[in-house]
């Protein structure tokens, strides 16, 4: 712990820096900054408290949250990393939700935040070990539990350094509930597998019958959910293409504070833009959307022709494609999916899911799903029945969860 608390503030002069550049960047306003730098003040003792870091974690947080009130468990709180998070939480009409801010792992910081708070149960979804939260926790008397648990070994110089940091910090934790085998193997490098399970992927159980967003797109369109830098001008390239204005590109930039980077990488004199946030209108001659706004992307898969998942044509690493095939898309991927690897290879197992391993091979996936309606029903079928089977996923979840508290 003093190793790492060592390297954290050595490194702080550099966080901070960063920080205050994503705030101003974001305009995300003084208050968020001192937040993430010094914790909130406030006193909020809760029974169970939630972490998700991004908008996809928070999306889990909420449907368990929703869980937890439905059996009588309210005294919740919720923390997330970034405004996009609160903004996912803010269109949540179910009730007044208890948010936060978390701050940075830093040891005084986040033992008065803990302190503040004095859970009896700490879920965290998916990724997050800061050794300093966990370790204050444990101090506390609070029981930790990771759900949907997902891990990616690093693989840099210091990967030793920080396998010994991960291996002492997950001993705090009472409980580790993989999404898949993959993870449940890795974890086991790091903690005794009598505290591993491996109970699949908690966002299949995301579809909710009675959400039926409103269509925010006129035109017949096909979206590029969740891109990444370069990976925007990649599909752009392959899309005109087509040379045809029948369809429309939608782009759903991860990060959507990227406009501007995502601008200077596309000729704008070649190609007819339209941008969501400048509230531009949609003509017959636009050729590409860019929907950078923050709580549409349900909306956007819901009413797309087809969807192609980012962050797998450049090496991120892919990001989940489950919603999609929740609402029964014909979903395109690219060669970069390591990061759901059994999912990915379940679906293309099933003739649920087309990866495309070269973007030059997108203009022939993209006539072949326009040309062929039946060959698009039947990626569309599959990839519903698939993802249907494992709704009650959460069930399993609620289960374990229930028994720590």
Same mark, same amino acid.
């Given at each position: 712990m003093l190793r790492y608390n060592f390297i954290l503030y050595l490194l702080s002069p550099f966080i901070i820096l960063k920080l205050l550049y994503y705030t101003i960047k974001n305009n995300s306003g003084i208050s968020y900054l001192l937040k993430r730098l010094l914790g909130s003040n406030i006193k909020n003792n809760k029974s169970i408290w939630i972490h998700a870091s991004s908008v996809g974690e928070t999306k889990i947080a909420l449907e368990v949250l929703k869980?937890?009130?439905?059996?009588?468990?309210?005294?919740? &709180?919720i923390t997330t990393s970034t405004p996009s +998070?609160?903004?996912?939480?803010?269109t949540v009409s179910m009730c007044e939700i208890n948010h936060l801010y978390i701050p940075f792992d830093f040891y005084f910081t986040?033992?008065?935040?803990?302190?503040?708070?004095?859970?009896?149960? &700490? *879920?965290?979804?998916?990724?997050?070990?800061?050794?300093n939260?966990?370790?204050?926790?444990?101090?506390?008397? +609070?029981?930790?539990?990771?759900?949907?648990?997902?891990?990616n070994p690093n693989r840099s110089i210091l990967q030793n350094i920080i396998k010994d940091i991960y291996t002492k910090t997950l001993q705090s934790v009472d409980g580790i509930y993989c999404k898949s085998k993959?993870?449940?193997?890795?974890?086991?490098?790091?903690?005794?597998?009598?505290? *591993?399970?491996?109970?699949?992927?908690?966002?299949?159980?995301?579809?909710n019958e009675n959400n039926n967003p409103h269509r925010i797109i006129d035109r017949k369109y096909?979206?590029?959910?969740? +891109?990444?830098?370069?990976?925007?001008?990649?599909?752009?390239?392959?899309? &005109?293409?087509?040379?045809?204005?029948?369809?429309?590109?939608?782009?759903?930039?991860?990060?959507?504070?990227?406009?501007?980077?995502? &601008?200077?990488?596309?000729?704008? +004199?070649?190609?007819? *833009?339209?941008?969501?946030?400048?509230?531009?209108?949609?003509?017959?001659s636009t050729q590409v959307y860019i929907a950078d706004t923050i709580g549409e992307m349900t909306s956007l898969i819901k009413y797309s022709e087809f969807t192609i998942f980012g962050g797998s044509f450049v090496d991120v690493g892919g990001h989940d494609f489950i919603e999609g095939a929740l609402h029964g898309k014909a979903i395109i991927v690219g060669p970069y999916m390591y990061n759901f690897i059994e999912e990915?290879?379940?679906?293309?197992?099933?003739?649920?899911?087309?990866?495309?391993?070269?973007?030059?091979?997108?203009?022939?996936i993209f006539d072949k799903l326009f040309r062929s309606k039946n060959k698009k029903e039947i990626f569309e079928t599959n990839a519903k029945q698939l993802a249907m089977s494992k709704t009650k996923i959460i069930d399993t979840y609620l289960e374990i969860i229930i028994k720590h508290i």
């Open positions: 869980k937890l009130y439905e059996l009588g468990h309210k005294d919740i &709180l +998070s609160k903004q996912i939480i803010d986040m033992k008065r935040f803990v302190r503040n708070i004095s859970p009896k149960l &700490l *879920i965290i979804i998916e990724t997050e070990i800061w050794p939260l966990y370790n204050q926790c444990k101090k506390g008397g +609070s029981k930790i539990i990771i759900i949907n648990a997902r891990l993959k993870d449940y193997e890795v974890f086991s490098e790091y903690v005794n597998k009598e505290k *591993i399970k491996n109970l699949g992927n908690i966002k299949y159980s995301l579809l096909v979206l590029l959910a969740s +891109s990444h830098h370069r990976e925007e001008i990649i599909i752009i390239k392959e899309w &005109l293409k087509l040379k045809s204005n029948k369809y429309l590109l939608v782009v759903a930039p991860r990060h959507p504070e990227r406009l501007g980077d995502i &601008l200077s990488d596309i000729p704008l +004199s070649g190609i007819n *833009i339209a941008i969501r946030s400048k509230n531009e209108t949609i003509r017959n990915t290879e379940e679906f293309l197992t099933k003739n649920a899911i087309i990866m495309c391993k070269k973007p030059e091979m997108l203009k022939n």
